[in-house]
């Protein structure tokens, strides 16, 4: 009874810890005036915007949206301009899981601070519509997810769920909900102002897609089909789209013949291959289960490995498939074990 009472103090000893770590880096790269290596990539891309020279290209395939973004954080003073784009991760990760060590010690959320990434949006606007996810009738569930679109590969999944209920309502009620028309409104304030800037942007951004490289991918089937075996782009897109069904279904049998937003979200991570390991910080609000918090922190330690000892070598990212995939296992396991007896499926 002792011990216990002073692991709430040693939790937030441990994750004071670990904050500094994250604030000596920061002020390590500040001192230093060179932000990390993404961060850079995008201040670039940033000032070719404000500069009116071409945007999209190597290293370059974001939405408009999101390179406005880039711009506004280009023309702060440099200091400014790093700790506005880092400092934000720590904060909302605090927001999400308070002083829990586990938000700071996975994988994916030491990747993104470090490499200075762009999955926050994606974060932010997946842990507000999980929290409304069900509650149609309020808008702003919906304009929540509208944020998701800034990285339309990590809002893919949530957006699926998101009209597929609405479609449910619909059958049922025959009406449209707020939380719909929250996420249409959100959308088009965040993607019609491009348009007036740039009226043909999207023709320009599709010009140069990104390769499925090795490196990106954290998800298990695109990285076996596109990495190990090195199939063609084609045929590795109609494999991955004929063994969503069986594997959909296989997940919805283990899972009691049911489907939840964590599930489905954590299924579409088997065969999404535009989920790179830093995108996985979006799955920061499933730690909040302090079971899930533990797996998820074991599963990317690999991952971890990878950061300090082989960041280089491109192959070894191959061990971030283990994140998604080991956290979709103990999902469907204690989604088992916490039905009541007889619940079960067949």
């Given at each position: 009874m002792r011990s216990s009472k002073y692991l709430p103090v040693l939790q937030n000893i441990t994750t004071l810890l670990i904050i500094g770590f994250y604030a000596a880096y920061l002020a390590f790269i500040v001192a230093n005036d060179q932000g990390a290596v993404d961060y850079e990539t995008f201040m670039d891309i940033g000032e070719r915007f404000l500069n009116g020279q071409k945007i999209w290209g190597e290293n370059s395939y974001y939405p408009l949206p999101y390179v406005m973004i880039f711009a506004f954080f280009a023309a702060l003073p440099r200091w400014l301009s790093i700790i506005g784009w880092h400092l934000p991760l720590v904060i909302v990760v605090l927001l999400i899981l308070g002083w829990r060590s586990t938000g700071f010690l996975f994988a994916?959320?030491?990747g993104h601070f470090m490499g200075g990434q762009s999955s926050l949006p994606g974060l932010l606007?997946?842990?507000k519509y999980r929290e409304s996810s069900e509650q149609v009738e309020d808008w702003r569930g919906g304009a929540w997810l509208a944020v998701t679109t800034f990285k339309p590969q990590i809002g893919l999944a949530p957006i699926l769920w998101a009209v597929w209920t609405w479609w449910q309502v619909w059958r049922r009620e025959k009406t449209l909900t707020p939380q719909m028309w929250g996420f249409l409104g959100g959308t088009g304030l965040i993607y019609l102002p491009a348009f007036l800037i740039i009226p043909s942007w999207?023709?320009?951004?599709?010009?140069?897609?990104?390769?499925?490289?090795?490196r990106a991918i954290a998800t298990p089937l695109p990285r076996l089909f596109f990495s190990v075996l090195n199939l063609p782009d084609g045929l590795g897109f109609v494999l991955l789209l004929g063994l969503s069904i069986p594997l959909f279904y296989l997940?919805?049998?283990?899972n009691g013949k049911e489907m939840s937003l964590e599930v489905f979200v954590l299924f579409t991570l088997l065969v999404n291959p535009l989920i790179h390991d830093y995108d996985l910080i979006f799955l920061l609000p499933l730690l909040k289960d302090f079971r899930m918090g533990i797996v998820a922190v074991l599963v990317s330690l690999p991952t971890l490995v990878v950061?300090?000892?082989?960041y280089n070598v491109d192959a070894a990212w191959g061990v971030a498939v283990l994140t998604p995939l080991g956290m979709l296992i103990a999902k469907l396991?204690?989604?088992?074990?916490d039905r009541p007896p007889g619940s079960l499926a067949d």
């Open positions: 994916p959320t030491l606007g997946f842990w999207v023709g320009q951004w599709l010009e140069s897609p990104r390769d499925v490289k090795e997940v919805w049998r283990l950061i300090f000892f082989a396991v204690f989604n088992r074990a």
